[in-house]
């Protein structure tokens, strides 16, 4: 009695051992960057877009982490920002913001905006501030090897198989009513997941593109509150000379 009592303990305990080691996480580094060009403390009346960056080659942000980005940068209560779907706002200023026809400097916007009819779309969303966002996600390292079996009466996995990501994006602010860059915010993140042949196979799996998501709706959330350019002076506005 007691030593089947011993055993059934002995497999929860195992089993319970081996689901908590693959709820682990892998390893990850993370950093952010900021730079500043413009005050840009939001107001209630004041929306941001985020948008895929125009590409000359190669496959612009993914729209799974725009909207990831975007569902953080929005938050809620009282501190909430009015964030506008991207697809949303290019259907309702189509074609002018889209890859082949955006503007490739803010101050073009000025100018794009006499274009019939679009000033007023623009002004019914209420987007003050464009995102521009690029970057991706891609596979640096790898090594070693796993092999899986299976026998009557028995199966298994055994080896060890590991791989290092890295997610990388930039986002690019643009503030359509100054037509100036504001600024911009970066963020890199680096990890190493491995999956360990123990009898089953145990994921330790580096969420690399969910912490970049978080890191960058955290900082561009940082950036639209103003809480970070206080002393902060924005370069003098250039004097332009009038028609005598």
């Not at 019939?116 to 790898?142: F, M, N």
């Not at 070693?144 to 990501?165: D, L, N, Q, R, V």
Request: hydrophobic share 40%; charged share 20%; proline share 5%.
């Amino acid at each position: 009695m007691n030593s089947r009592y011993i055993v059934s303990y002995s497999a929860v305990s195992y089993s319970a051992l081996l689901a908590a080691i693959a709820s682990l996480p892998g390893c990850m580094q993370s950093r952010v960057d900021e730079s500043r060009e413009l005050h840009t403390k939001i107001v209630k009346s004041e929306a941001v877009v985020i948008l895929p960056k125009p590409q000359v080659e190669g496959a612009a942000a993914e729209e799974g982490f725009m909207d990831c980005v975007g569902g953080g940068l929005a938050g809620h209560g009282d501190s909430a920002i009015a964030v506008r779907g991207h697809q949303e706002f290019l259907d309702s200023t189509f074609p002018w913001f889209e890859p082949g026809t955006a503007p490739s400097r803010p101050e073009a916007v000025e100018q794009l905006l006499t274009r019939p009819g679009l000033a007023e779309k623009v002004a019914q969303s209420h987007v003050r501030y464009i995102v521009w966002l690029d970057g991706g996600t891609r596979k640096t390292d790898g090594g070693g090897s796993i092999a899986c079996g299976a026998a009557p009466g028995a199966a298994g996995c055994i080896g060890f198989g590991w791989w290092e990501k890295e997610t990388n994006y930039e986002a690019t602010i643009w503030d359509i009513k100054e037509a100036k860059t504001a600024g911009s915010v970066g963020t890199d993140v680096t990890g190493t997941s491995a999956i360990v042949g123990a009898v089953v196979p145990l994921p330790f799996i580096a969420r690399v593109q969910g912490l970049a998501c978080d890191r960058m709706a955290g900082q561009l959330r940082t950036f639209f509150s103003g809480a970070d350019d206080t002393g902060f002076e924005p370069a003098p506005k250039r004097k332009t000379a009038s028609a005598q």
